[in-house]
């Protein structure tokens, strides 16, 4: 355990100290941010035509409300705990390729379900939306994380398991 937590915050010191990189950030958070508005106007466009997205905004023509999907609102900084938390593990490089990919993509589900509530909570309630969005969300987002790790520990101590009965059932 103790292994695990150290390699695991060191994992996180170095992930997040290559997030912050200027080239990093150009090259494939800001991009990424973008996507994530373009996906969830392509989401909402085909219920409400009157949004669309320009960079990172996400708007509504008719109300002129608009949320801009800024750093730590994108789900990067979850990932990377997650990948973290994945690669600390000691598991099979198949599995944690596995739990990477998976929990990369839970994360950015539930985040595009996050940026598309926030913009209609905002159009309601302007005070319910900071509550959500400073508050609510941020705990969603790592406790999918954080679920997410879980569900892949449970998935990889089966296949661990599976593994020892075919071994010791061929014995």
């Known amino acids: 355990m103790v292994r695990f937590f150290l390699i695991f915050i060191a994992l996180l010191a170095v992930l997040f100290r290559i ?36 960079g990172r905004v996400l708007q509504s023509t008719s109300s002129g409300f608009g949320v801009s999907i800024e750093p730590g609102c994108n789900g990067v900084e979850a990932a990377i705990v997650l990948v973290a938390a994945v690669l600390a593990f000691p598991a099979s490089w198949k599995a944690k390729l596995i739990g990477v990919i998976a929990g990369i993509v839970a994360i950015q589900a539930v985040n595009l379900v996050r940026i598309i509530s926030l913009f209609y909570i ?31 520990l449970h998935w990889t101590d089966k296949r661990k398991a599976r593994r020892a009965a075919i071994a010791h059932d061929g014995a």
């Open 19 to 54: 997030d912050m990189l200027d080239s990093v950030q150009a090259g494939f958070v800001e991009p990424w941010t973008d996507l994530l508005a373009l996906l969830s106007a392509g989401l909402i466009q085909p219920f409400d035509a009157d949004v669309h997205s320009y």
């Open 122 to 152: 905002g159009q309601w309630n302007f005070a319910v939306f900071e509550f959500a969005h400073y508050y609510l969300w941020q705990a969603l987002i790592m406790l999918d994380a954080l679920v997410t790790w879980l569900v892949w």
